[in-house]
């Protein structure tokens, strides 16, 4: 990264790293434990004007203010669910609009977060994948979700848990999703758990080995099924990385990352993924391996060719999976009053790209 103030615009500075901004110090010949101190005053102390950061020079917040402003996303607006799950909208601008949730359970706090506006995936079970993609949020626009959400749920109900399973495949947008993770984790800022953050992807082969090379937050798969027949319909990034690919990528991203267990997330489709037989194909699949289960229930959309899979159904599933040895979850729905589901955040895109590797059988 180049911080030569001739050759940069200001940053919005809620997206550097402690390796960011330590690279920025050393580039205007200060020392590094100025990280800390602005680092500190932002995300510890919620001071959002660097003239108030009382510990620092008058010089040196005179050229803070010349390279770097300081912008948390206001929400535009906010939507309540009964079950306690807050929508949050946010618009980055081009009158487009990006969806986090918030969940709050009685042990821990999620909250959903957005890694792109729209998604050029194209899983025909998703709302997201429908509208196609627009562009890949910064780490800033990421960050800035928390804190925004952070701010406006107040201190008592901290955010424990983050998942990046709001808008968009975040391994189509590494480098920001990254940073932002980083950013979660560094004690300096939010102190959060490596195992307590979950990037969720579609299956970017590639990726994955990248990702481990960059970071041990916890990993998440949109599996959905067993048989690549079945997943190049739903999910057709695997016409491009098939399942066993995939699986390869899983296990050595445990192995790097020292992760316990993958999970594996597995929409509930009536007819199409959720017989016996699909149960049996999964559980040789994960069998000895540090893999576990979440089964969502499938959540509507307008105009969607699928339905739930009804309840008996998937609980069959699971005690299949379970009597496998497979540890195995059901997702509990929250948030489908508001159309804040899995799978339901539609935002509003404008443009419609669908990624190269993802040509959908009609
Ligand atoms: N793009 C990433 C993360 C966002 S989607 C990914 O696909 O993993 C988060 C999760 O919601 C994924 O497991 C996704 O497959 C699932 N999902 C998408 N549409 C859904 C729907 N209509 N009902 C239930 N889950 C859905
Ligand atoms: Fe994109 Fe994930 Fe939706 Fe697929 S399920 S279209 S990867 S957001």
Redesign the pocket.
């Given at each position: 990264m180049n911080f030569n103030p001739q050759q940069i615009n200001k940053k919005n500075i809620i997206g550097f790293t402690e390796d960011d901004l330590n690279e920025y110090f050393i580039s205007i010949g200060e020392k590094s434990y100025r990280t800390k101190q602005v680092l500190t005053w932002i995300h510890k102390r919620n001071v959002h004007i660097i003239n108030e950061m009382s510990d620092i020079s008058f010089q040196l917040r005179e050229k803070l203010n010349e390279d770097f402003y300081i912008k948390i996303p206001q929400p535009q607006s906010k939507f309540s669910s009964k079950d306690g799950t807050i929508k949050f909208l946010f618009n980055v601008g081009h009158n487009q609009v990006i969806e986090s949730v918030f969940i709050p359970e009685e042990t821990r706090n999620t909250l959903c977060i957005s890694s792109q506006v729209g998604?050029a995936?194209d899983?025909s079970?998703?709302?997201?994948g429908r509208q196609g993609f627009s562009r890949n949020l910064t780490s800033d626009e990421i960050i800035g979700q928390l804190m925004a959400v952070s701010k406006e749920i107040g201190l008592s109900e901290a955010i424990t848990n983050v998942v990046?399973?709001?808008?968009?495949?975040?391994l189509t947008n590494m480098h920001s999703v990254v940073k932002a993770t980083s950013i979660m984790m560094s004690d300096l800022m939010y102190g959060i758990s490596r195992r307590k953050i979950t990037i969720?992807?579609?299956g970017v082969v590639p990726n994955i080995y990248k990702l481990s090379q960059l970071t041990n937050a916890s990993l998440?798969?949109?599996l959905?099924s067993a048989d690549n027949k079945i997943r190049d319909q739903l999910v057709p990034i695997n016409k491009s990385y098939n399942i066993q690919l995939l699986t390869d990528a899983c296990w050595a991203y445990a192995e790097a990352t020292n992760a316990r267990y993958i999970t594996f997330?597995y929409?509930m489709l009536n007819g199409v993924n959720d017989s016996i037989e699909d149960a049996e194909s999964l559980a040789r699949l994960l069998k000895h391996k540090p893999a576990k289960v979440n089964l969502?229930?499938?959540?509507?959309?307008k105009n969607n060719p699928y339905e739930c899979s009804d309840r008996p159904t998937i609980e069959l599933f699971c005690k299949l999976l379970q009597s496998r040895g497979i540890f195995t979850t059901i997702r509990k729905t929250r948030g489908s009053d508001i159309d804040a589901?899995?799978?339901?955040l539609a935002g509003k895109v404008n443009d419609k790209i669908k990624h190269p590797l993802s040509k959908r059988l009609q």
């Open positions: 998604c995936m899983c079970f998703c709302a997201t990046f399973m709001g808008m968009g495949e975040p969720s992807t579609s998440a798969i949109s959905h997330e929409v969502i229930p499938f959540n509507s959309f589901a899995c799978g339901q």
